[in-house]
């Protein structure tokens, strides 16, 4: 099982908008993580809102954790790790451009053309959404906390991440699980 995790290419991605506060969640973990010396097979990608162009990217990953925020019914900063299930689409969506492309339906139109990663999603609930370029203090606080778990599930070669995941809709924050 430790080879068949070593093997595989790990791509973080990073999403959200920089530029709305706590929107930008998933970018502000990759960029922290970019700093650390990462093992090879592993990659950080600030993804940003991307679309369509973070298709190349995905171009020999195994598997790929999203890092973003999610709005959910939970407390601001608590952090969730999920594999996606069901819908492909984001509910209630309706796209009608290639524009309004967002990871959910990257990652269906990725398996389409044969790029078929394991998909986990790191998320957090937002606090604020607000024009600025900065977390806000809880926010700030849960990216730490999500680079220092990507950091300890790298440092395992990811053979602990299933212990922590849970299939959407039903999810758990990490904090339940790790006491």
Known sequence: MEDQNKSKMTLILGAGNI???DEGFGVHVARRLAKMELPEGVRVLEGGIGGFDLLGPLE???RLIVVD???LD???GDLFLFKPGGTSIEPGKKVVSFH???ILELIQIAAI???NPEVYFLVTPPETM???FDLSPVLSKAADEAVEFLENIIKDDFAGLKKYVTSFPTIYSLASIQT
């Open 74 to 76: 939970q407390p601001a």
């Open 19 to 21: 530029a709305a506060g």
């Open 113 to 115: 053309i044969g790029r």
């Open 69 to 71: 925020i999610m709005a």
């Open 100 to 102: 309004q492309v967002g």
């Open 60 to 62: 020999g990953v195994d």
């Open 130 to 132: 607000d024009w600025s």
